[in-house]
């Protein structure tokens, strides 16, 4: 969680200015606010850091990511491509707006390959939800062949990968419209928040009525402003935006304490026999929030995490058998447990969830341990830590079992 190993003076300060003026809300309010205009400040930070045209920020990382799907097109009834290996709002995002998630299988990346979507393509697809975990990213040369020669609308969810890149471009701006998480867990926090990006002029304008009722922002009488679209209220508070400002501002030193913690762990551990690392597709663009772990198959991953929780090693996710990350836990989204119908429920779900045949998925998410890269450890804490999970792994390998 590197975003909040490094709270303090700067994000009381962004706070302090709006208490200040007591201007809570982004918007209007001129004369009364004072020039203090902190969602403004963070969008333009977010904008320069990654190169994006256009930035919105929104309450939190889920929102941001309807929000993409919803601006970049995508609704009732359209089939979108999701991974099974993902925070669960990605696939609930399409639900709601409408869409009917179809499963394909990742790869080492763990993220959706374009092997795996070109499997499950039918003429209903509309378009892929494509997520980047753990802190790292798809392989996008491959998947923008298919995005282009299939004509298929593509929205990223970097949820977790704020910060990292693909051959030079900032995940989240491959496709029509990508978004990032600002919650407590994430390189940066606001404590909830969330950011829509998008280099399209059109999908922007869209994105930023839609997050609020529909109003367009022009002028500065809220009352009398357009509404071009319907819409919903997933605005950021000022309070969350100055958290959001000051913790945007420490990310390059926070990825660069992530890469050099991060290198040091890895070849602390690379010359353990059974142990690899999942592909990262451009390890120039990595984040190097975690450190991924690949076990040479489940059952070894299985007894490793036994040996981790034995030695007090914490900091680890085994997400094989998490609650959150991995379909095989879903029940409720497999058995279509819904408060109220959904779009998808009255159309129809093409594919049976409980009977989904994912092989690849389950290998790879099966062998996967993560470890979570802290930007305050020392050398030698990365020293004593590499050496346990070395030990740890050892001991679970099938030769001292
Ligand atoms: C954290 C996360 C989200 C959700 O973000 P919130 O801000 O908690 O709503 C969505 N997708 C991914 C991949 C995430 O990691």
Same mark, same amino acid.
């Given at each position: 969680?590197?975003?909040?190993?490094?709270?303090?003076?700067?994000?009381?300060?962004?706070?302090?200015d709006v208490l200040e003026t007591g201007m809570l809300f982004r918007y209007n309010h001129d004369a009364q606010r004072n020039g203090i205009w902190k969602a403004r400040e963070f969008e333009?930070?977010?904008?320069?850091?990654?190169?994006?045209? @256009?930035? &919105?920020?929104? *309450?939190?990382?889920?929102? +941001?990511?309807?929000?993409?799907?919803?601006?970049?097109?995508? $609704?009732?009834?359209?089939?979108?491509?999701?991974?099974?290996?993902?925070? #669960?709002?990605?696939?609930? +995002?399409?639900?709601?707006?409408? +869409?009917?998630?179809?499963?394909?299988?990742?790869?080492?990346?763990?993220?959706?390959?374009? !092997?795996?979507?070109?499997?499950?393509? =039918?003429?209903?697809?509309? $378009? #892929?939800?494509?997520?980047?975990?753990?802190?790292?990213?798809?392989?996008?040369?491959?998947?923008?062949?298919?995005?282009?020669?299939?004509?298929?609308?593509?929205?990223?969810?970097?949820?977790?990968?704020?910060?990292? *890149?693909?051959?030079?471009? *900032?995940?989240?701006?491959?496709?029509?419209?990508?978004?990032?998480?600002?919650?407590?867990?994430?390189?940066?926090?606001?404590?909830?928040?969330?950011?829509?990006?998008?280099?399209?002029?059109?999908?922007?304008?869209?994105?930023?009525?839609?997050?609020? &009722?529909?109003?367009?922002?022009? $002028?500065?009488?809220?009352?009398?402003?357009?509404?071009?679209?319907?819409?919903?209220? @997933?605005?950021?508070?000022?309070?969350?935006?100055?958290?959001?400002?000051?913790?945007?501002?420490?990310?390059?030193?926070?990825?660069?304490?992530?890469?050099?913690?991060?290198?040091?762990?890895?070849?602390?551990?690379?010359?353990?026999?059974?142990? *690899?690392?999942?592909?990262?597709?451009? %390890?120039?663009?990595?984040?190097? =929030?975690?450190?991924?772990?690949?076990?040479?198959?489940?059952?070894? +991953?299985?007894?490793?995490?036994?040996?981790?929780?034995?030695?007090?090693?914490? $900091?680890?996710?085994?997400?094989?058998?998490?609650?959150? &990350?991995?379909?095989?836990?879903?029940?409720?989204?497999?058995?279509?447990? =819904?408060?109220?119908?959904?779009?998808? !429920?009255?159309?129809?779900?093409?594919?049976? @969830?409980?009977?989904?045949?994912?092989?690849?998925?389950?290998?790879?998410?099966?062998?996967?341990?993560?470890?979570?890269?802290?930007?305050?450890?020392?050398?030698?804490?990365?020293?004593?830590?590499?050496?346990? #999970?070395?030990?740890?792994?050892?001991?679970?390998? %099938?030769?001292?079992?």
């Open positions: 969680m590197p975003g909040t190993e490094l709270f303090g003076a700067e994000e009381r300060k962004e706070v302090n333009a930070e977010v904008k320069k850091q990654l190169g994006a045209k @256009y930035a &919105h920020a929104v *309450s939190n990382g889920s929102a +941001a990511i309807a929000i993409a799907l919803a601006s970049a097109g995508i $609704g009732a009834g359209d089939e979108v491509i999701c991974t099974p290996f993902t925070f #669960i709002a990605s696939v609930e +995002a399409v639900l709601f707006v409408g +869409a009917i998630p179809v499963f394909a299988e990742i790869d080492e990346t763990l993220c959706l390959s374009a !092997e795996g979507i070109k499997k499950v393509l =039918t003429p209903k697809t509309k $378009g #892929i939800c494509l997520v980047h975990m753990c802190g790292g990213m798809a392989d996008m040369d491959s998947i923008m062949q298919v995005v282009n020669e299939h004509n298929l609308i593509l929205v990223e969810d970097a949820g977790q990968a704020y910060a990292a *890149s693909y051959k030079g471009t *900032s995940v989240g701006l491959f496709g029509k419209a990508g978004s990032y998480s600002f919650d407590f867990f994430k390189i940066a926090t606001a404590g909830e928040g969330g950011i829509f990006v998008t280099n399209d002029e059109e999908t922007y304008k869209l994105a930023d009525a839609y997050s609020d &009722h529909g109003h367009n922002h022009v $002028g500065n009488n809220r009352g009398m402003e357009q509404h071009p679209v319907l819409g919903f209220n @997933y605005r950021i508070s000022e309070l969350h935006a100055a958290v959001a400002l000051a913790q945007t501002r420490k990310v390059p030193q926070v990825l660069a304490a992530n890469r050099r913690n991060k290198k040091m762990l890895e070849d602390a551990l690379s010359k353990t026999e059974g142990i *690899s690392f999942a592909r990262v597709a451009d %390890p120039a663009g990595d984040s190097a =929030t975690f450190l991924n772990m690949m076990l040479p198959d489940t059952e070894t +991953a299985k007894r490793t995490v036994d040996e981790l929780n034995k030695a007090g090693v914490g $900091g680890f996710n085994y997400w094989y058998l998490n609650m959150y &990350h991995f379909i095989n836990q879903w029940d409720h989204l497999k058995n279509m447990k =819904t408060v109220s119908k959904l779009p998808a !429920e009255v159309l129809g779900i093409p594919r049976d @969830y409980n009977n989904l045949h994912l092989p690849k998925s389950q290998e790879v998410i099966g062998r996967l341990v993560s470890f979570v890269i802290r930007c305050t450890w020392t050398e030698e804490e990365v020293k004593a830590l590499g050496q346990k #999970i070395a030990g740890c792994v050892e001991a679970a390998m %099938p030769a001292h079992v």
